[in-house]
């Protein structure tokens, strides 16, 4: 199923380099997340869009930055990658009522990203 | 801030059992819970969806329960499998809009 996808699925990468993770979807939904999964700690909500002009702030936005550049495709960035940013970012989308429960989450794949 | 908790400890059954996960919440009002099931390497999946004004929730196999006052979600599998192994997240959220995670519990089926 690759409604929604991922790229890069790895990335490795420097201190201080930018990075960009991108997703898209082509599930037809307007609400796209952005969360990163740390052993112990869970998934963790980053940034979500309720559009394309709506983007939010989550838990942990702070060394990161989005942009919605179509209903379909929401991309992450790390402006500075640092070592501890190193996980799992999974993006997901969401319709109010898609598959007749609220807000049902559907994820991608995940890319995992290691900052050295 | 909010706090979720699920058994932190690995569950490990055996087959044809009933398996029981547990999210505890503490500080957090949620109109919404959700449950899914992430295998190793994927994205999650979603399961079930239970408001807070619903008591139990079914769907084949699977049994949701959430009692707002012991401020607890119970997740039943029934008469499990071994392809049931896996991790199960819960997830809260009191809009319906952004939803906070538990950190999941993973569980084995032993055949």
């Known amino acids: 199923d690759a409604d929604v996808t991922q790229t890069p699925r790895n990335r490795i990468t420097k201190t201080g380099k930018r990075i960009m993770l991108e997703c898209s979807q082509t599930k037809g939904h307007d609400r796209m997340y952005w969360y990163r999964q740390d052993p112990g700690l869970g998934l963790r909500l980053i940034y979500y869009s309720f559009d394309v002009k709506d983007i939010n702030k989550g838990e942990i936005s702070d060394g990161y930055s989005v942009s919605r550049q179509a209903q379909a495709k929401f991309s992450l960035s790390l402006e500075s990658a640092i070592p501890n940013q190193t996980a799992l970012y999974f993006c997901?989308?969401?319709?109010?009522?898609?598959?007749?429960?609220?807000?049902?989450?559907?994820f991608g794949p995940g890319t995992r990203l290691t900052v050295l | 801030s909010q706090k979720i908790e699920q058994n932190s400890e690995a569950l490990n059954i055996q087959e044809g059992k009933t398996a029981t996960l547990t999210c505890n919440y503490t500080n957090y009002s949620p109109a919404y819970l959700q449950w899914y099931r992430q295998d190793p390497g994927r994205g999650p999946v979603f399961l079930l969806l239970?408001?807070?004004?619903?008591k139990e929730k079914r769907k084949e196999r699977l049994k949701v329960t959430f009692d707002t006052t012991l401020k607890q979600s119970l997740f039943h599998i029934t008469a499990s499998q071994p392809a049931d192994s896996a991790t199960y997240l819960c997830a809260l959220s009191n809009t319906g809009n952004q939803f906070y995670f538990g950190t999941g519990t993973s569980l084995t089926v032993i055949p």
């Open positions: 997901a989308t969401s319709d109010l009522w898609s598959s007749g429960d609220y807000n049902e989450q559907f």
């Open positions: 239970i408001r807070e004004n619903e």
